[in-house]
């Protein structure tokens, strides 16, 4: 097949170089960072970008925020390639990633400080409802039940058995579960208000009219302060658990582990980012030394190639006789060098 060699005007080759210097894709710094953003708006990066804005609309929490991150850490590197813009991604969910932990840390502060608080109002409502002088429950006792571990079966028992005396009062007796349910909530170890009402129920019945009818207009009160009291205590528990429901999954040194190992990994990040930037930056120069070059090999490549053609020019013109075409000696057999000498004489008839 033969092929068809066309000339193209001078003309022609201007307006093909012109429309070439349109076409070669962004130049600012903002333009290279847009285009190196390409590969990550679509396929795994896209999905992947999407689960976490799920995650963390599930947490409560605004993806604007990270998203912020990202682009500012974008506008601050702008990369020249897609292989940077994938580094400064990275760069980003590890920062990310690493303020989240240093929330975590500051959230756990802030929960031990509230606890702290929680156990203080504690400490400080039992000092008011244990009775001065009362000893302590033996370790090797089970304590009763309004001194037992906080947990929602004891409040409704507590309320239960509260509820009872509330309405033996109401009835005006003493039946035989009295005796029962007060050992139940108080054993050995009565409250203020749980000595009072033992004694109150004790007196109401009493032959003494003022006593009993001392006792009967005061025991409503101080089964009311028992309730107010354990209903603060409810409280107290119910605050602690929402706090303990809160806490963060990993504790205080393991966050700082943790936060180490993510800082070293942004350093090694930037310091590779840099070294990708720098030697990007030596690119250009790279190419005009590599032009340069090959230009020079291809003017050396001409003159080798001339230099070749003389000289075999020069050896043909002397095997035939001719004079070479610098005007030098004769070739043949006439002309012959014997010796290193020129042989002048004429030749033999």
Do not use: C
Request: hydrophobic content about 35%; aromatic content about 6%; glycine content about 6%.
């Amino acid at each position: 097949m033969s092929l068809i060699t066309r000339e193209v005007s001078p003309k022609k080759v201007a307006a093909n170089q012109s429309n070439a210097q349109k076409s070669t894709g962004p130049r600012t710094a903002e333009g290279k960072a847009r285009v190196a953003l390409n590969a990550l708006r679509t396929g795994a990066y896209a999905k992947g970008a999407n689960a976490v804005r799920q995650l963390l609309l599930k947490r409560g929490e605004d993806p604007q925020d990270r998203e912020k991150l990202q682009q500012d850490l974008m506008e601050s590197w702008q990369p020249d390639d897609t292989m940077q813009a994938i580094m400064v991604q990275v760069l980003a969910d590890k920062t990310w990633d690493m303020f989240q932990l240093r929330a975590d840390r500051r959230h756990l502060e802030l929960v031990a400080y509230e606890m702290g608080q929680i156990e203080a109002q504690r400490r400080q409502l039992y000092s008011r409802r244990w009775r001065p002088g009362a000893p302590a429950v033996p370790s090797h006792e089970i304590p009763p039940l309004w001194l037992a571990k906080d947990r929602p079966h004891k409040f409704r028992v507590i309320f239960e058995i509260l509820d009872d005396l509330q309405k033996w009062y109401d009835d005006r007796l003493i039946p035989e579960e009295f005796v029962e349910e007060m050992n139940t909530l108080y054993g050995e170890h009565h409250s203020v208000a749980g000595e009072r009402i033992r004694n109150l129920f004790i007196a109401m019945f009493e032959d003494d009219q003022d006593a009993a009818a001392k006792a009967e207009a005061e025991l409503p009160k101080w089964i009311a302060q028992e309730r107010r009291d354990v209903e603060q205590e409810q409280e107290l528990y119910r605050r602690e658990s929402q706090l303990r429901s809160q806490l963060p999954k990993l504790t205080d040194e393991q966050i700082a582990v943790k936060e180490a190992l993510l800082q070293k990994q942004i350093a090694d990040q930037t310091r590779l980012l840099l070294q990708l930037k720098s030697k990007r930056s030596l690119w250009p120069a790279q190419f005009e030394m590599l032009e340069t070059g090959e230009a020079g090999k291809s003017a050396e490549a001409g003159a080798r190639s001339g230099s070749d053609g003389a000289d075999a020019a020069q050896k043909q013109n002397k095997q035939n006789g001719e004079p070479s075409p610098d005007g030098g000696s004769l070739g043949g057999p006439e002309g012959a060098s014997e010796g290193g000498k020129t042989n002048l004489a004429p030749a033999a008839p």
